[in-house]
């Protein structure tokens, strides 16, 4: 049994809990009210009376907050403290608009550092570890939340960065007897293809657990890694405007990740109509910071796709459970008037071959018409040398997503590492060109 | 131990606390800070059924108390050292004490009365030495620790503090929060209300901070003593305005 790094928050009785969260929840409120001008705007456009929200629920009476509110208040429009206050201040990356500038103060600082100290021993990490963190430092938030979490739980903490030099990032990991990887999974893969052609057997390094996030990521990634690299390897979830990495993250159940409820309040709405979902169900998840001076956000729409997980988890923590995000609101495409998630073609890939295939779909319109085309990397595994086989595997693949999805699809298998990847080295789940 | 959520409380039409929601754990020391008519003393004062809670709910160990009358709420275990402490100057101290105790002890017993008095004066020498004093003599700290030993006679599960420091000499004050110190390692639960931020802090688990009947901030000593608007407000560090 891993660690509790702080039991008081991560075991409190639920009713404890909720006390404590409807308190942070309301001072929260008063603060924001007083402090954050877009706040008292829109609470009084909506003729919203803070003082009604008397339960955890209540909170579905508010307004949400979205990424776009947040880049018309660039830069410190949010700020809710003044700017003497802030000590730390990060940015989102900007590449789909201006970008969001996120301002932290001491405390800020100093719970981040807890609730990702909390993420790390959750995993199984402890102050003998040599973590090796491969995420950038830079404006980014991965890398600096991730290192005051590991240092401050007392691990030995090696900021060797998203480095491109794979293999100075090989020597590092062997020279100094890593045990703890943190990084992207297409990262690790990348790692773990470079081990190959220095030809070292990961047997060779000492690593134990990986923690990987900041991107989708399914259970047969988590195989692949966990075969090529010799570590158990963990899910961590965060959001930059959120602080960063330490909103969730999975204990040794690997059952979903534990919420750091004491800071955060999560719930799931439907992303088109922005109505709360029962648990279980899947939808956007929306988070309200109820501990944060600096950047505190109301119901922020994160536009990851998730859903709360039901029942108590065996490890002991008291806190709810989220599934990992295994897509984005933004992968939401229209197809001939249908909505689709690409996890859904995943789910489908993922029967059809028995593995979880790396694949992109890609919308063209020809002569008017819009077409949908998905590639899917071939894997050894997949491979046959009867065309008659790899035929019928295709249109089983087709005929399923006609069924489910209600959409037609032309299948193309294509070979590895030719599909098109975001600057993180992930695939891009959909490339519209209509 | 009390467990408060969505307190609205006031005087007549005026509104003072509004949608309070708050907190003490057995065994903890909390403090609520705030300035000149934030509702601090009207929140003690709600707690302990002097004022009327209009709405919410106040739970001491699990039963609703916002109803209840003072009496009561003393009986449930529930005390409060009034702000400017309010011992009667015409009565020794002897019998300022035994007042405390009279909702437990009526009638005659008193063995156990006396009994109930030496572990009082045990906790406060000085209260021995002054026994048959008429309480109206007493320097003023003698009279704060009078006033705290009268409510601990009616043995409260949690006791309520409202500005023990208030018109005391500094070192008086630091003698006094001593003592609030030592009453929480004898397993005492205390809610302690007070414009001396700084002293409070260094003694309290946890506080609050309330304005205008509203509470804007929760957190550990630690996390108060470092906040830059509890320090600029309530610590007297120096003041800018947003922007420089």
Known sequence: MHMIYNAKFETMPRDELIQLQIERLQSTLNRVYRNVGFYKNIFDENKIDIEKIKRIDDIRQLPVTTKDDLRKSYPYNMFAVPLRDIVRIHSTAGRTGKPIAIGYT????????????????????????????????????????????????????????????????????????????????????????HLREMGIHPDELNLKIGLFGAEPWGEATRGRIEDALHLSAYNIYGVNEMMGPGVSGECGEKSGLHVNEDHYIVEIVDPRTGEPVQHGTEGELVITTITREGFPLIRYRTGDISSILEGACPCGRTTLRMERVAARTDDLFVFNGINIFPAQIGEILKRATGIDPRFQVSIDNVAGDDVMEVKVEVVESMFNDEIKKIMALKNGIAASIEREVGATAKITLVEQETLGTTTGGRVKPVIDNR | MLKIRNLNAGYGKLRVLKGVSLHVAPGEIVTIIGGNGSGKSTLLRTVAGIVRAQEGEIMLGGRDISADEPETIVSAGCSLVPEGRLIFNTMTVRENLSLGAYPRLRGDRKTDLQAELEVIFAMFPRLREREYQLGGTLSGGEQQMLAIGRALMARPRLIMLDEPSMGLAPIIVKNIFEEIRKLRGAGNTILLVEQNARAALRIADRGYVIETGQMVLEGTSEELLNNNDVQRAYLGKEYRSIGE
């Open chain 1, 106 to 193: 001491r405390n800020d600082i100093l719970n981040w550092s807890d609730q990702v100290a909390r993420v790390l021993a959750a995993a199984g990490v402890t102050e003998n570890d040599f973590v090796q963190i491969a995420f950038d430092y830079n404006m980014f938030t991965g890398g600096f939340g991730l290192h005051y979490g590991a240092e401050k739980m007392g691990a030995s903490v090696i900021p060797s960065s998203q480095s491109g030099n794979v293999e100075r990032q090989i020597h590092i990991m062997k020279d100094y007897k890593t045990t703890v990887l943190l990084s992207t999974p297409s990262y690790a893969h990348r790692i773990a293809g």
